[in-house]
């Protein structure tokens, strides 16, 4: 993901004292979808993944692709607990509308981290940090 959203956003957050956050996305599974059904349906599930983060955010929202099976949004004037439902709602809907693969209906799931975009927080420290509960919450659901 550029950081240049990210900065933009934060500069509005210390001058206007708005709330913002940033959600770090990983994709659950998406190595098996490759090795199983090969990389033409992996990049079909990037591209519909993507496609459904962006149907799904505001235009002033920004979605990003971080590397692999990792995306990035940047919610602005957004607080911890409206992040929260937005990403659940879209963890429900990959259960309720899987991807499709040449007909097969392929297991794609996501964990995530949000954290809140501080004025004073250096904007890779804020990606290390979501990233972090990004794993926490991967880990999280694994053991239940």
């Not at 210390?14 to 996305?25: F, G, H, P, Q, T």
């Not at 098996?32 to 235009?59: F, P």
């Not at 979605?63 to 995306?71: A, I, N, S, T």
């Not at 607990?81 to 309720?96: G, M, P």
């Amino acid at each position: 993901m550029d950081f240049s959203g990210e900065i933009v956003v934060q500069a509005s957050v210390e001058r206007y004292s708005s709330e913002a956050c940033l959600v770090y996305i990983d994709l659950d599974s998406f190595k098996a979808i490759n090795d199983t059904y090969g990389h033409s349906a992996g990049d079909h599930v990037l591209h519909e993944y993507s496609q459904r983060l962006v149907d799904s955010v505001r235009e002033s929202d920004i979605v990003g692709r971080l590397g692999g099976d990792e995306f990035g949004l940047i919610l602005s004037h957004t607080n911890q607990d409206a992040a929260a439902v937005l990403v659940n709602r879209l963890h429900q809907e990959l259960k309720d509308n899987p991807i499709s693969w040449n007909e097969v209906h392929l297991n794609v799931s996501m964990s995530f981290g949000i954290v809140k975009i501080e004025p004073s927080v250096d904007v890779q420290d804020t990606m290390a940090m979501a990233d972090s509960k990004m794993y926490q919450q991967k880990r999280s659901v694994k053991k239940n």
